[in-house]
DNA sequence: TTCCGACAGTGGGGTCGCAAT
DNA sequence: ATTGCGACCCCACTATCGGAA
């Protein structure tokens, strides 16, 4: 069976849109993206019905437990299709921790899905509603759809329609940020829900950290980029044991193989293969499957790098190159965040 | 003409599950 | 028992092309 929609998505940009009436702001939730098809229960006893879908299409109901519930709180509609997405609140800082998540998404036998469940439980935040009594709601704008949304999906304990607000975008960025979320997305009040379309009508603007990192040696490429590379790896200097020494052993932090224009891949070959070096600057290094791989260079050259957020076996998460640090002592470079 | 949206193709971290070792 | 690998999730970014503005 077919999913009922394939989901709308949001270009990526790093500016707010103006901050008028014709824009309404999201959060934009770390997790995964999920279209509910929901037949109400109704007061006679008809329990209802459930599907759950990803955004590419598969059938995600069995992933999804705590959801089970869901058609005893729609009211005033004998079926929707919603939009949203499915997030892991990490217990102590209460954000979504797409990490916690992952377990349920990868599980493929039930028992593995009631482990993760077990461990971890899952909230479903709805932020749109395209259908309701098979009547799609795709050509209503998305003021309407949203108070339709509101009317008929009653919270629960796993389930809940996220806020949005209409204009002060930046003072919703500021909170996000200062609350270490993902982003914003901006969504105009008056637009439709074009199905499997990247439209500017919604727009997300991502939180993206910068850090200074060393290079400490690089990866082959594939494909097109057989003759250049295809990541190098990064890493920072820890804090000397004792004294003023200015550099303490260099801790690896991860790939960087994207951001990279085709005239960079080229010149920084060069400046890789004139400091290669046979053994890893790396203290300890890399895990072993990247290590196996990698070539290693004098840890000289400095990159800065965009990144999403540090992840818990310590290395970047979304990371891009931006550009080279000439000017950057590369003994001095630590971790910032 | 310029710009936008869709695709393809490269790259990332992480987890699960199965096959090969 | 360990390792390697692909399949999925999430994604960033560059380059290209055709059609809309």
Request: glycine letters at 10%; charged letters at 25%.
């Amino acid at each position: 069976m077919p999913a009922p929609v394939v989901p709308m998505k949001a270009v990526a940009t790093d500016q707010l849109p103006p901050d008028d009436d014709r824009w309404a702001f999201e959060v934009k939730w770390d997790g995964m993206r999920v279209v509910a098809e929901v037949r109400a229960a109704t007061p006679g006893g008809d329990e209802g019905a459930l599907r759950l879908w990803s955004a590419s299409g598969s059938d995600a109901t069995d992933r999804f437990p705590e959801l089970a519930g869901l058609p005893g709180a729609v009211h005033e509609a004998g079926s929707v299709v919603l939009d949203g997405e499915v997030v892991a609140l990490d217990p102590t800082s209460g954000r979504p921790e797409f990490g916690l998540l992952q377990p349920r998404i990868q599980a493929t036998t039930p028992g593995a899905v009631q482990r993760a469940a077990a461990r971890q439980s899952v909230q479903y935040i709805v932020f749109d509603v395209v259908s309701v009594d098979d009547q799609p709601l795709l050509d209503h704008p998305y003021r309407d759809r949203r108070s339709r949304l509101e009317e008929l999906l009653e919270a629960g304990p796993n389930w809940r329609v996220g806020p949005s607000q209409r204009g002060d975008g930046e003072l919703l960025l500021d909170a996000v940020r200062r609350q270490g979320l993902e982003g914003v997305v901006a969504k105009r009040i008056d637009s439709p829900y074009v199905a499997g379309s990247r439209s500017s009508a919604w727009r997300k603007i991502k939180v993206r950290l910068h850090q200074e990192l060393v290079v400490g040696g690089w990866l082959p490429g594939e494909g097109g980029r057989v003759s250049t590379f295809g990541a190098v790896l990064v890493g920072y200097r820890d804090p000397p044991a004792h004294g003023a020494e200015p550099a303490g052993p260099l801790r690896y932090a991860g790939r960087v193989g994207t951001g990279f224009r085709q005239r960079d891949l080229i010149t920084t070959l060069t400046e890789l293969e004139r400091r290669q070096r046979p053994n890893c600057p790396f203290d300890p290094p890399p895990p072993a499957p990247v290590a196996r791989l990698a070539r290693w260079v004098d840890p000289t050259l400095v990159a800065e790098v965009a990144h999403a957020e540090w992840t818990r076996d310590g290395v970047l998460r979304h990371p891009s190159f931006l550009g080279w640090r000439t000017d950057k002592d590369p003994s001095t470079i630590g971790r910032t965040p």
